[in-house]
């Protein structure tokens, strides 16, 4: 039986409500109890509750929201969706202010103009695949190899392989209308609300996280009906071009027109709906759980009748091979070719548009208030400041684009692999070769060149992660052992060039070996030095010393790694770009595609992103079909919904079901019940503390934020019974405190996306919101974690780590210097290290620097009679951690706070400071 928290007669009730982090920790580690029960929530979002009493006495439950994007083996078929994603993350990243501009539209009509092109682009490679390689080129005595079911399918004639290749657009687009209807099966915890008008986009807002909203289902529809568009008119495109068949039958060549007419319009108003996007009326009622029913009549008509002429071209175009045109027109791969060509090239097009659309925010007022702060000098400090200058968004963005040109190329090359030999179109002579068009070749090419880039750019960024002082010498012996390598192969060619300049691939190997020796093994860090502030000096202890060094190294990556992420987004949109131009240069082309374009394209780069891209396909098959199996990898692949699915739908409508919301509102809907009415009835809490490990840390902020929010009468009044109206939250964010680990906050979300989580929301939260009654706790092993509230005062320069002592903290005094880490126990006075010998303070030790709290780890290297010798914990582990426990304490005491303006350039410190021990 789950003990009651009105059976205890607690005069200060404590509830604590832990939330976890990416991975969907099991909530017996969260609660640390094997037999917690669940005491409210759904199927996908759980509260739980110990079963037993903590020792503290305070009530602890857990969030368990992990079912969320992990729960069912189907949504490893999500892996197929990530370019979707990355556009719709992508939209968050954009620097927008809160009140809405024309800019703000402009932005967001190109975000989702990128968006439908992409959706295009996979309906149109799934139709290439589907009628121009399966039932146009795999006919008699072609591509069956002998397999039984290739061998019938190829027997059949023109008409019946149409239908049958038309399955698979038809299964994409069944796919794309389920998602359409796709929810969670619970509505949204709360009362329904729309977005605040005037707005793009608030954290507080409840409208902003309230599921799926009338514009969301309206997008998702339009783009259905357009792919529904795009499909019917390339399946009348089997038929050839019109003034070849048009005529020889009047009914028929009616039809075609009519249905033709059909597909045409609902191209335009699919189009026009996603650029405009319309803004429901207020009588519109807000959807919940199922939101077709939040389409207007028109809409749902345009879809079903769209639909349905896509239905009637492809019966029309079955038809028409077998009985009215002529057989096998000639011209259909053509056509095929500039419809994919045409579709890449706006889609690059489209992505140049967006890479101006986002300078214009970045570098208008409202970009560089987001970037540097208000007035002439810049406020926000270098650690909360947006990556790229501000250029995330288009960065996303292209990531986005250069995966959805990458995954088309992927499926094409991997069909034509596994039904013959592919070869440029135009120039099959063998029935079992396929033809495969020239923009598909020209993506594999850029897929090549971005996997030698990376190959060849391994080591240098390696050895730069790593913080090699050295590290550049790496590209100098690189370009000399490529250069040797070139021009042995170049200048001698031949089929046995290999082995006959096997010595110079030899002498450039040893240089780069020799050089990357010299760069990984000499010219060191600092970091063993630190280490002698937390551990004692002792030679014995060198090898746990260089072991915990190599943590900080690997963990310290995370402050550099979004260089890396950059680098390959710059290069594949540019490359997308590029692309875009060859593909427009190829629809210029009368007769053949340029000979320069096509060479490059289908020379040493092109065949490698053959191989790249076809391995990459077999990649996503294997790991989609392991995740039916096994629980634990899709566990792991639900972990990239875990960051991808966190927004809500507004960039691409046909991504996962987003999950932030319906996190966000069920935690602070929890706290409400708490601290107004008590779980159970009467058991209300003085003290409500929101625990946020890892992502868990962004849930419990923008559950904070949306408490304050509605605190501060920001939404209006709401009815009596709602948890989050005016009156319950003002009562909430009284009693309301936080605690977060191992968090993302600082280094990652408040730079990726600073018009939500910037600097100022967070500085808002902390002061003015919670008034300080939030602790933030990590680890510089943390790979994934790091501070929040603290950061280098600027004279630090770039440098962040285990070598920084001048810190800032949140709530500053303006004149405010520096602050020092202050070495801390969780002793009561006095600490017994002072009838000990220096350094034997058996409990935990932590530093403070004001709110933020670093823990070491691991706790020690040596053997102890007081504390067990455990490995280093990094990124886990945090509740265990004998710390956690006094930490907490202090917040609820308040004796661990961020300093006032009066002790700033000296902060408060409880109880002695002992010397470092092991």
């Not at 803004?279 to 389409?295: N, Q, S």
């Not at 629809?587 to 053949?592: I, T």
């Amino acid at each position: 039986m789950v003990p009651q928290p009105h059976d205890r007669d607690v005069e200060n009730r404590v509830v604590e409500i832990r939330v976890h982090g990416v991975s969907g920790t099991p909530i017996e580690s969260v609660l640390d109890d094997p037999w917690p029960a669940q005491v409210a929530g759904d199927d996908a979002g759980r509260i739980f509750r110990r079963s037993g009493a903590h020792p503290s006495g305070r009530v602890i439950e857990g969030y368990h929201w992990g079912r969320y994007t992990a729960g069912s083996p189907s949504r490893a078929l999500w892996l197929l969706l990530v370019p979707f994603a990355l556009v719709n993350v992508a939209r968050f990243a954009l620097l927008m202010p809160e009140r809405r501009r024309t800019r703000d539209g402009v932005a967001d009509g190109v975000i989702r103009l990128l968006g439908l092109v992409l959706t295009v682009t996979i309906v149109v490679t799934t139709c290439y695949l589907g009628w121009n390689v399966l039932a146009r080129q795999c006919g008699p005595g072609a591509c069956s190899g002998g397999f039984g079911p290739l061998d019938w399918y190829a027997g059949r004639s023109p008409g019946v392989r149409e239908l049958v290749g038309a399955l698979l657009p038809i299964t994409v687009l069944v796919v794309f209308w389920q998602f359409d209807r796709l929810s969670f099966p619970h509505d949204p915890p709360g009362v329904a609300r729309r977005q605040r008008r005037g707005s793009n986009g608030d954290l507080g807002d409840p409208g902003f996280w309230r599921g799926a909203s009338a514009q969301t289902s309206w997008q998702r529809a339009a783009h259905v009906w357009t792919g529904c568009a795009v499909a019917g008119l390339l399946a009348l495109a089997m038929l050839g071009r019109p003034g070849v068949w048009a005529g020889q039958h009047a009914v028929f060549t009616v039809a075609c027109a009519l249905v033709a007419a059909v597909l045409t319009a609902g191209l335009v108003s699919g189009v026009w709906q996603v650029i405009r996007n319309p803004m429901p009326k207020e009588t519109e009622a807000v959807p919940d759980g199922r939101d077709p029913v939040a389409l207007r009549p028109g809409m749902r008509a345009m879809r079903l009748s769209t639909a349905a002429a896509a239905l009637a071209a492809v019966g029309l175009a079955a038809i028409g091979l077998d009985h009215v045109t002529p057989a096998a027109p000639q011209e259909v791969g053509a056509i095929f070719s500039a419809v994919a060509n045409g579709v890449f090239a706006l889609l690059g097009a489209v992505l140049l548009v967006l890479l101006g659309v986002c300078a214009l925010l970045a570098y208008g007022s409202g970009g560089r208030r987001l970037r540097l702060g208000d007035g002439d000098r810049p406020t926000i400090p270098v650690s909360f400041r947006p990556f790229y200058f501000g250029m995330a968004g288009w960065l996303g963005a292209a990531l986005g684009a250069t995966a959805g040109m990458g995954m088309s190329a992927a499926a094409v090359f991997w069909t034509a692999r596994a039904l013959g030999d592919p070869v440029v179109d135009g120039t099959r002579t063998q029935p079992q070769q396929i033809e495969i068009a020239a923009v598909y070749w020209i993506m594999a090419a850029v897929w090549g060149a971005l996997a030698v880039v990376l190959v060849v750019a391994l080591l240098p960024l390696a050895a730069w992660l790593l913080r090699r002082r050295m590290w550049w010498l790496l590209v100098p012996a690189l370009l000399a052992a490529g250069g040797t390598a070139a021009w042995a192969v170049l200048a001698h060619p031949g089929p046995d060039v290999l082995s006959r300049q096997a010595e110079w691939l030899i002498v450039g190997l040893v240089l780069v070996l020799a050089v990357a020796f010299v760069v990984f093994f000499t010219g060191r860090d600092s970091f063993r030095r630190l280490l002698s502030e937390d551990y004692t000096d002792n030679e014995k202890l060198i090898r746990a010393q260089a072991r915990v060094a190599g943590r900080w190294r690997i963990a310290m990556i995370r402050y550099r790694y979004h260089h890396v992420l950059g680098l390959l987004a710059t290069l594949g949109g540019l490359a997308v770009i590029v692309s875009a131009g060859a593909c427009a240069w190829l629809l210029a082309a009368s007769d053949e595609p340029p000979r320069a374009l096509m060479g490059n394209a289908t020379g040493p780069l092109g065949q490698l992103g053959v191989v790249v891209v076809s391995f990459g396909a077999t990649g996503l098959v294997v790991l989609g079909l392991g995740t039916w199996r096994r629980a634990g990898l899709r566990t792991t692949v639900g972990v990239i919904w875990d960051l991808l699915s966190f927004w809500p739908r507004v960039g691409h409508p046909l991504c996962p079901p987003p999950y932030g919301g319906r996190a966000v509102l069920a935690l602070a809907g929890r706290a409400s019940q708490w601290a107004n009415r008590g779980v159970p009835k009467g058991a209300r809490a003085d003290q409500v503390v929101l625990s946020g490990h890892s992502q868990g840390s962004v849930i419990t902020l923008a559950a904070c934020a949306v408490i304050l929010d509605q605190a501060a009468g920001k939404a209006g009044e709401r009815g009596a019974e709602d948890d989050l109206n005016f009156a319950r939250s003002r009562v909430t964010a009284e009693r309301l405190h936080m605690i977060t680990y191992g968090s993302q906050l600082q280094f990652l979300y408040a730079r990726f996306f600073p018009s939500y989580l910037g600097f100022a929301r967070i500085s808002e939260v902390c002061t003015a919101g919670l008034r300080r009654r939030w602790l933030n706790a990590f680890r510089w092993t943390d790979p994934l974690g790091g501070p929040v509230l603290s950061w280098q005062v600027p004279k630090a320069g770039e440098k962040f780590g285990p070598d920084l002592t001048e810190w800032l903290t949140m709530g500053c005094d303006p004149a405010c210097t520096e602050h020092r880490p202050v070495v801390r126990c969780g002793c009561t006075d006095p600490c017994p290290s002072r009838r000990r010998p220096a350094g034997e303070c058996p409990e935990p030790r932590y530093w403070a620097i004001g709110a933020d709290v670093r823990l070491r780890d691991p706790a020690t290297i040596v053997d102890s009679p007081d504390v067990p010798r455990l490995a280093a914990r990094g990124h886990s582990g945090y509740l265990s951690d004998p710390a956690y426990e006094v930490l907490l304490q202090d917040l609820l005491d308040g004796a661990l706070g961020l300093p006032g303006t009066a002790e700033c350039r000296r902060p408060a410190v409880r109880g002695p400071s002992p010397a470092p021990v092991s």
